[in-house]
C-alpha cells in the first residue's frame, strides 16, 4: 500500500501583510479625494500664491516683479475700509450669532409643547438659497418695506422716520442691515450644534446644581455655558470664517455701497480679479485675508480653545 504524502502546509499572510493590505486598500479608496484636494485645492493655492508676486492681468504673460501687489495692498485706503468693514462685521455677527443660537438652544431643549415645530420654523431660513434671503431682505429693508412699516405702525415709534437701510449714506444703516441678515440666517444653524451638544449634558448634573441652588440664570452660566466650552469655541472659528469670508449679501443687496460702507475684503477682490482684471493685485489680497484669518483662528485658539484640552 503507498504511502500518502502528508499535506503541504500553506503559509498564511502574516499580521503585517494583512494589516498593510488593509491600509492601502483604504488609501485606494480615498485616492481620488485625496488627489483632487491636492490638485484643486492646495495646487491652487500655491499657483495663486505665485500669481501674487507677478503683474498677471487678464492676457499678459505673467512677470514676476516682488513684493509690488503687497506693498499696494497694505497701502490702498480702500483696502482699509474693506479690513474694517469685514472685521466690524465679523465681530457683531460672531458675537451675536453664537449667543443667540446659544440661548434658542437651552430653549428648544427644555420641555415645552410644539418645540419640533419652532426647531424647523427656525431652521428653514438656513436651507434657503442665500441669494433668495438677501434678495427678500431687500425688499424688507426699502424705505417703504415692511421694517420701516413694523417700526412706526405697530411698534408706534411716531419719531422714527422711515430710512432707506441699504442706500442712505448718511444713516450709515447698510451695514448694521447686512449684520441682521447673517445672524438671523446662520444662528439656525448653530443652534443645532448646541442642540446636539446639550444632549450630551448628564442631567444629574443639573439636579446636583438644583440641591445647591444654583437655578435659572446662574444655571446656564455656571453649569451650561462651561460645559459647551468645546462647541462654543468651534462655533465662534466657524462663525468668524465665514464672517470674514462675506461676499454675496454685500454684492446683491448694495454692491458695496453706499459709499463704500459694505465694502469687504472679498468683495473687493471680487472687483480686482473680475471688475479690473487686475488678477495679480487680487491675489496679493486673496492672501492678505488668508493670514488674517489664521491669525485669528490663533487668538481664538489661545483664549477660548486652550481650556478644552484639560478637560
Known sequence: MATQAPPVAVPRASGMNRKTLEALTGYLYVAPWIISSIVF?????????YLSF????????????????????????????AVFNTLLYAAVVTFCQ???????AVVLNAKIR??????????????????????????IFQKD?????????????TGFQPVAWLTDASA?????????LSISTTAPTFMLYFLAALQDVPEEVYEAASLDGCTGVARFFRITVPMLRPIIFLVVVLGTIGTLQIFDQAYIMTSGGPLNQTTTINFLIYQSAFTNYNM???AAMSFVLFVLIFILFLVQNRFLGGSNTGQ
Open 54 to 81: 507677478t503683474d498677471l492681468q487678464l492676457l499678459n504673460t505673467p512677470q514676476l516683479i516682488g513684493l509690488d501687489n503687497y506693498a499696494k495692498v497694505l497701502s490702498d485706503p480702500l483696502f482699509h475700509t
Open 172 to 180: 450709515h444703516t447698510a451695514l448694521p442691515a447686512l449684520m441682521i
Open 280 to 282: 495679480a493685485y487680487a
Open 41 to 49: 485645492t492646495f495646487g491652487a493655492m500655491l499657483y495663486v500664491f
Open 98 to 104: 453664537t449667543w443667540l443660537a446659544l440661548i434658542l
Open 114 to 139: 410644539g418645540k419640533q415645530f419652532f426647531r424647523t420654523a427656525w431652521y428653514i431660513p438656513s436651507v434657503t438659497s442665500s441669494v433668495v434671503i438677501s434678495l427678500i431682505f431687500v425688499w
Open 145 to 157: 418695506g415692511i421694517l420701516n412699516y413694523a417700526l412706526v405702525t405697530l411698534f408706534g415709534w
